[in-house]
């Protein structure tokens, strides 16, 4: 390469083979200015696009397998697996999808930056200012917009860590509703009343899920103290043993509902305790439906609820 093309910033082939060809260092000059460096970018942005590219199909590729999951449903069979279904494979599949935008948007982002500071180089101009500031730029940024990071880191975490996604039922402290949206900085979900809360993803310190693998119907049945237990218990269980081979139930409640006993005594009452464990969301449907039959089978049945004491003891008129 020639003195001319060697020394300064026009070091290209484009600016040595027009000074051999004129021997002219302006025209080799011009040529490595617009020739050498537009081509040189022009090869940069071909290589950035074929490495988005590919990134792009590995990251689709690594969704695809998080869609259809990992494992064989044979190997995650148990109390804590996850029921198979449309919801839970619809759930999977969003989750997947929004980790794979996540991802994408990274890559493109780092991409982007890359070939900006290298364009920039290639023009000949000093990037170590430019990074310089840049860094400055991003603390300042950092300082300035703490919740908004917070907010986003938060969410990624949520994502990734599957904490709710949208159908869920969750109890998110001040709040508690069904989740409607997820997205990396708010959480939107609608309450029993219908109102629609926007929780940000940095302010939620704890998440309560209702919905994820399995749910459990929790029923405290008061008695008064006159009543026989043990009679009780067998038509707790009898009860709750039909329900559970009632069809229209059966897909609801997953295994056979416990009386668990005397859960408490109180001044007028005894509180007896009977669990059944349900697919997700179903438990509200199972309770109510559970309390019916004890009602209609207590009346049957001849049992009374507790009375308050002041019924049984009111003074004489």
């Known amino acids: 390469m020639p003195d001319t093309c060697r020394n300064g910033t026009d070091q290209s082939w484009s600016c040595a083979a027009v000074y051999d060809w004129t021997h002219n260092e302006s025209l080799a000059h011009a040529a490595a200015w617009f020739i050498g460096k537009p081509l040189a970018i022009i090869w940069l942005v071909v290589l950035a696009l074929g490495s988005r590219w590919l990134l792009y199909k590995l990251i689709d590729r690594l969704v695809r397998r998080a869609q259809t999951g990992v494992l064989p449903n044979a190997l995650v069979r148990g109390p804590f697996a996850e029921p198979e279904g449309e919801v839970v494979t619809h759930r999977r599949v969003q989750r997947a999808q929004t980790i794979g935008t996540l991802l994408k948007s990274i890559v493109s982002g780092v991409i982007f930056a890359v070939v900006v500071i290298m364009a920039i180089a290639e023009l000949g101009y000093d990037i170590a200012p430019l990074i310089a500031?840049?860094?400055?730029?991003?603390?300042?940024?950092?300082?300035?917009?703490?919740?908004?990071?917070?907010?986003?880191?938060?969410?990624?975490?949520?994502?990734?860590?599957?904490?709710?996604?949208?159908?869920?039922?969750?109890?998110?402290?001040?709040?508690?509703?069904?989740?409607?949206?997820?997205?990396?900085?708010?959480?939107?979900?609608?309450?029993?009343?219908?109102?629609?809360?926007?929780?940000?993803?940095?302010?939620?310190?704890?998440?309560?899920n209702q919905s994820q693998n399995w749910s459990r119907s929790?029923?405290?049945?008061?008695?008064?103290?006159?009543?026989?237990?043990?009679?009780?218990?067998?038509?707790?269980?009898?009860?709750?043993?039909?329900?559970?081979?009632?069809?229209?139930?059966?897909?609801?409640?997953?295994?056979?509902?416990?009386?668990?006993?005397?859960?408490?005594?109180?001044?007028?009452?005894?509180?007896?305790?009977?669990?059944?464990?349900?697919?997700?969301?179903?438990?509200?449907?199972?309770?109510?439906?559970?309390?019916?039959?004890?009602?209609?089978?207590?009346?049957?049945?001849?049992?009374?609820?507790?009375?308050?004491?002041?019924?049984?003891h009111q003074p004489p008129r």
Do not use: C
């Open 218 to 312: 929790v029923l405290d049945i008061a008695v008064g103290y006159k009543e026989d237990i043990t009679k009780v218990r067998r038509i707790l269980k009898e009860v709750a043993h039909d329900l559970w081979e009632d069809p229209e139930y059966r897909d609801k409640i997953i295994e056979e509902p416990e009386v668990w006993g005397v859960q408490s005594l109180g001044p007028d009452s005894v509180v007896v305790r009977v669990t059944l464990k349900t697919m997700p969301q179903q438990q509200w449907t199972v309770s109510r439906e559970m309390r019916e039959r004890v009602k209609l089978r207590f009346d049957e049945e001849g049992i009374q609820m507790p009375q308050p004491y002041w019924r049984d």
């Open 133 to 208: 500031s840049a860094g400055i730029l991003g603390v300042a940024l950092g300082f300035g917009a703490q919740s908004l990071v917070k907010d986003f880191l938060s969410g990624i975490f949520m994502i990734f860590e599957d904490q709710y996604g949208v159908g869920d039922s969750v109890n998110l402290g001040d709040v508690s509703g069904t989740v409607e949206a997820v997205s990396l900085r708010v959480t939107r979900l609608r309450d029993v009343d219908g109102t629609v809360w926007y929780v940000r993803n940095g302010e939620i310190l704890r998440v309560g």
